[in-house]
């Protein structure tokens, strides 16, 4: 690293140590020409993910709405808010970790389904009926057949 005091392209880390969660490195460094102690953060670069819709189009990733989306299904549900937090911070490291720049919806909708389904069983088939766009109310009731046949 640069010093920002002489210019002196060489130093040493006196001290580091990660802060926010681990999120962030912290490091001390020490200017090994002039002496300047200076700071320096690294920290992993975060990159925007893309959702390929099912209509071909694009649009950027976004927790706010894929909460909304969640929320919108749990509506009046015994669904808290830090479970729902936690529900879509699941969901979000998942395809974060599965995917690098683009996420089929599909993949978003079958994850969301796959956590409501063990969380809330009617916030389950009401973000189903929209995320799967039943053709008719048999295939709805079908559904819904399944989820009472196996228990
Ligand atoms: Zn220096």
Redesign the pocket.
């Known amino acids: 690293m640069r010093?920002p005091?002489?210019a002196?392209d060489d130093d040493k880390v006196i001290d580091s140590r990660s802060i926010r969660n681990g999120d962030v490195i912290r490091r001390r460094r020490v200017?090994s020409?002039?002496g300047?102690r200076f700071t320096t953060y690294e920290e992993v670069v975060k990159t925007v993910l893309t959702v390929l819709k099912r209509d071909g189009r694009h649009e950027d990733f976004s927790r706010a709405k894929l909460r909304a989306a969640v929320c919108h299904a749990a509506v009046k549900r015994p669904i808290s808010d830090p479970q729902m937090d936690i529900l879509v911070d699941e969901i979000v490291h998942e395809i974060e970790t599965e995917y690098e720049r683009e996420v089929p919806s599909t993949v978003i909708g079958r994850k969301v389904m796959d956590k409501l389904e063990k969380l809330d069983e009617v916030a389950f088939l009401r973000f189903a009926s929209v995320y799967r766009r039943f053709r008719d109310a048999s295939q709805f009731l079908s559904e819904i057949e399944n989820l009472i046949g196996r228990q």
């Open positions: 010093c005091k002489c002196h200017c020409k002039c300047h």
